[in-house]
């Protein structure tokens, strides 16, 4: 599995247009191939915080060279956001814990 850390900070411009974008882009993620899950959050002091999982380094690629997403992509750097950093990483141990309710 494969997990893409996406931290960002958004621009004054990043009004209705960014957020229908965001929407349509995050629909379009969860009906592609390949893709597991996806969680945001937004800190205190603005930045936000997006975490997708993928089922494996393909169709991640397959993600990151959608026309539509690519387009998100290029109009992000020129005009949503003030700065971003992603890390892209392997997930080599997995392991979970689910409490049962009585």
């Given at each position: 599995m494969i997990v893409?850390?996406?931290r960002s900070r958004l621009t004054e411009a990043a009004g209705d247009e960014y957020v229908a974008m965001d929407q349509m882009l995050a629909?379009?993620?969860r009906n592609a191939p390949g893709f597991v899950d996806v969680?945001?959050?937004t800190a205190v002091d603005g930045e936000r915080l997006t975490i997708v999982w993928w089922k494996d380094r393909e169709t991640l690629r397959q993600w990151r060279e959608?026309?539509?997403h690519r387009v998100a992509q290029e109009t992000g750097r020129r005009l949503w956001y003030r700065s971003y950093d992603m890390e892209v990483a392997?997930?080599?141990?997995?392991s979970r814990f689910h409490r049962?309710?009585?």
């Open positions: 893409v850390l996406f629909e379009k993620a969680k945001s959050f959608d026309p539509v392997e997930v080599v141990r997995d049962e309710e009585a």
